[in-house]
């Protein structure tokens, strides 16, 4: 860890969204693989910019590709990943920016440790489980992942051979096997605007 760095103090997030005029927060989608999280996280970014929110999506195309290239599927690394998630979406928010992040991140104390992270800069952390039944999830399957789990090709994969731990307090639990994307994303933005996070 380095030491010889100084904080820089510039703008502060009360200063920017004055004059943005735009809040900023992170949305967490955690879920099994295959449950509808990017799909979901995809439509919801495009529905808050079609409404002038500035909005980004942060998943594992443009996170594990790039900035988290270097990390494995081992807890720690999982662990890793997270983080740098976190503190990556708390720089959005910090910004102005809808944050939305859709990542299985499986551990209950990793997505807390996010949630701290927002709320020690007093930053809206909006944690939604986006759940889906483990065999509805197999049987989409869009990239053949669990067919490689089951066949002992994937050795740490969440739902078979690696845990997932459901969120005890999310402030929304979606089930994408009751409900359309459209509605997921209506559910989503219903909630926002009842907590006047945003403006549409």
Avoid: C
């Amino acid at each position: 860890m380095a030491t010889n760095i100084t904080w820089h103090a510039g703008l502060t997030h009360a200063e920017r969204s004055e004059l943005t005029g735009t809040k900023g927060l992170t949305i967490w989608l955690t879920g099994l693989s295959a449950s509808g999280k990017s799909t979901i996280a995809t439509a919801l970014e495009q529905y808050l910019l079609s409404k002038h929110v500035p909005a980004y999506r942060l998943d594992g195309d443009n996170i594990r590709f790039g900035l988290n290239k270097d990390l494995g599927f081992s807890e720690a690394a999982r662990n890793e990943n997270i983080r740098r998630i976190a503190e990556v979406a708390k720089l959005f928010a910090d910004s102005t920016t809808v944050a939305i992040t859709s990542f299985i991140s499986p551990y209950r104390a990793d997505r807390d440790t996010a949630r701290k992270l927002h709320e020690s800069a007093n930053l809206p952390f909006i944690e939604v489980y986006i759940d889906v039944p483990v065999e509805v999830a197999e049987q989409r399957d869009p990239k053949g992942l669990y067919k490689k789990a089951r066949a002992g090709e994937i050795k740490e994969f969440t739902g078979i051979s690696a845990p997932y731990e459901e969120p005890e307090h999310a402030e929304l639990h979606i089930r994408t096997d009751k409900i359309s994307v459209e509605e997921a994303v209506i559910v989503i933005a219903d909630y926002l605007k009842e907590k006047s996070l945003v403006s549409i």
